[in-house]
């Protein structure tokens, strides 16, 4: 819990004011990942990130974050994505069920830990069923200028 505290305000501190989820009127829904990286896909995990990052960031405007971080030992990963509206969480969750690259995500990644924060519709929910059940809404908080 702590890890992902520290991991949430660190990402919070340094995204622009429109893109983080700080305050009860903004509409960022935030996914946080951890995930155990599969032995055999450990060799080109590098390569196959940086093949997600960029189709990410070129086929979604509507994804304002999108970071992996990894363990020393190259065994765990964190996945930090923070997305403008509950809209642009759904097109990526429905973007990614039909990727070319979903089986190989799915094949690399062991997700162990999946939050989604923010204000989620009944069909982001129901989208993101077979992946998690772990909504949270924001309760309180606030953004330093």
Not at 60 to 89: C, H, M, N, R
Not at 112 to 138: C, I, P, W, Y
């Amino acid at each position: 819990m702590k890890k992902i505290f520290l991991i949430l305000m660190t990402v919070l501190l340094i995204l622009p004011m429109s893109s983080y989820a700080g305050h009860h009127n903004d509409k960022s829904i935030i996914f946080y990942l951890d995930m155990n990286v599969a032995s055999e896909k450990a060799e080109n995990l590098d390569k196959f990130v940086a093949y997600l990052s960029e189709t990410v960031e070129r086929t979604e405007p509507g994804t304002t974050y999108y970071k992996y971080f990894i363990s020393a030992d190259k065994t765990k990963v964190s996945l930090l994505e923070v997305y403008q509206d509950d809209a642009a969480a759904l097109f990526h969750v429905k973007s990614f069920l039909k990727a070319v690259h979903r089986d190989e995500f799915l094949d690399t990644f062991e997700i162990t830990n999946f939050q989604v924060l923010g204000e989620s519709s009944e069909e982001l929910k129901l989208a993101m069923a077979d992946f998690t059940d772990d909504h949270r809404n924001l309760i309180d908080g606030y953004k330093r200028k």
